[in-house]
């Protein structure tokens, strides 16, 4: 198993769900986060105040999936997040030990199944 952890702009996040739960993968976290990639500090001047913001928005999308689906994830995400100009976000990947459905007690990759004999809540 694997956490995708993908730092995106917000006005993504649509079409990468989407495309996620298109290809079986309904089951995310989103989380607002401020960070700060490449020195791109914003100055900005307001009132004869110099403020410097070194961190921005971005919103963090956490996926934990299969290895064998990362890949597509990937692309999916690379696919709908990218504008081709700074600030388009990063990617990274991660081991994950276990995973455990607190209902039913399972644990395992049968965790990670999409739902798709459940109608959405
Ligand atoms: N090494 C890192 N560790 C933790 N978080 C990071 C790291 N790099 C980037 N991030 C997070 O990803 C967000 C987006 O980064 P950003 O897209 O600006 O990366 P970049 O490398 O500067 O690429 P670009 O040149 O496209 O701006 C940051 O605001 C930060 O939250
Ligand atoms: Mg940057």
Do not use: C, N, Q
């Not at 960070?35 to 996926?63: D, F, N, Q, W």
């Not at 990362?70 to 504008?83: C, F, K, Q, Y």
């Amino acid at each position: 198993m694997k956490k995708i952890e993908a730092y995106i702009r917000h006005e993504r996040f649509e079409a990468i769900r989407a495309e996620l739960f298109a290809i079986g993968l309904p089951s995310l976290t989103i989380i607002e986060s401020l960070g700060s990639g490449r020195g791109e500090a914003i100055v900005e001047h307001y009132r004869g105040a110099t403020e410097t913001l070194h961190m921005r928005p971005k919103l963090k999308i956490e996926v934990v999936l299969a290895d064998e689906d990362v890949e597509a994830a990937i692309e999916a995400i690379l696919t709908h997040a990218g504008t081709g100009t700074i600030g388009d976000g990063k990617i990274f990947v991660y081991h994950v030990e276990r995973a455990l459905r607190i209902r039913t007690g399972e644990e395992g990759e049968e965790v990670l199944e999409s739902h798709e004999t459940e109608a959405p809540a």
